[in-house]
């Protein structure tokens, strides 16, 4: 028996082979089954194509979120829903700072970041969350994936966490980031892969996109483990 490192339930690790050979599934195991339930996987389901949320049928793709942006390279695929389960599950591991948390998805995340051999760029933690919370959430996910400190946070005396903000306060931040020098000629004539935790208005994928687009990569996207 282990015990599930979300609902604290000991649980039997069952290794199937179909669970092994099963690409959707949450590897690892470090949950119970009820638990792994409860995060939606976008895998094989309608997704906006440019931000990656999910969509019903009947919606329209881009998404009306993505309607507005005027960058047409940019994509993001997400690979769960933000819902509930996921929305709790960040509170854990983010804001409480459960740095075990991040085995839950490390596996799966690391995987699809690795499939697509392009330069891995995480969005970086301002220096005074970092203190506090001891950890990347970003990072954290990451097993044997190679990664480069591009971005660094150019305003640290921020007193309000990015969370904090209502989603206008979010929109009219101005670009959070700039480029490490050291960092600028690794980057000309690359494939970026930018990686964040959450997708929620966007605004911060597409400024980190931005200046490394403009620093000349030859394309650069998103990955996000939720939107
Ligand atoms: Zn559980
Ligand atoms: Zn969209």
Known sequence: MVECLLCNKNFR????????????????????????????????????????????????????????????????????????????????????????????????LS?????????????????????????????????????YDVLTPIDTTKAVAQSQKTRKERLELKQPFRLIETAVSAIKGQDILIVDDVYTTGRTIRHAAELIRNAGARSVTGLTMAR
């Open 13 to 108: 690790n069952e290794f199937s082979l179909q669970k092994i050979f099963s690409f959707s599934s949450l590897t690892n195991s470090q949950i119970c089954h009820r638990c792994e339930e409860s995060f939606n996987s976008l895998n094989g389901k309608r997704t906006c194509t440019k931000c990656g949320r999910l969509l019903d049928i009947k919606a329209i793709n881009p998404c009306a979120d993505c309607q507005h942006w005027q960058d047409p390279d940019f994509t993001n695929r997400a690979l769960y829903e933000y819902n509930k389960a996921f929305k709790e599950y960040m509170v854990k591991y983010k804001f409480m700072g459960d740095y075990r948390l991040r085995l839950v998805f490390q596996t799966e």
């Open 111 to 147: 995987r699809v970041i690795n499939k697509t051999k392009k330069m891995v760029v995480a969005i970086p933690v301002n220096p005074d969350t970092l203190k506090t919370r001891g950890f990347n959430q970003v990072t954290g996910w990451f097993a044997n994936v190679k990664y």
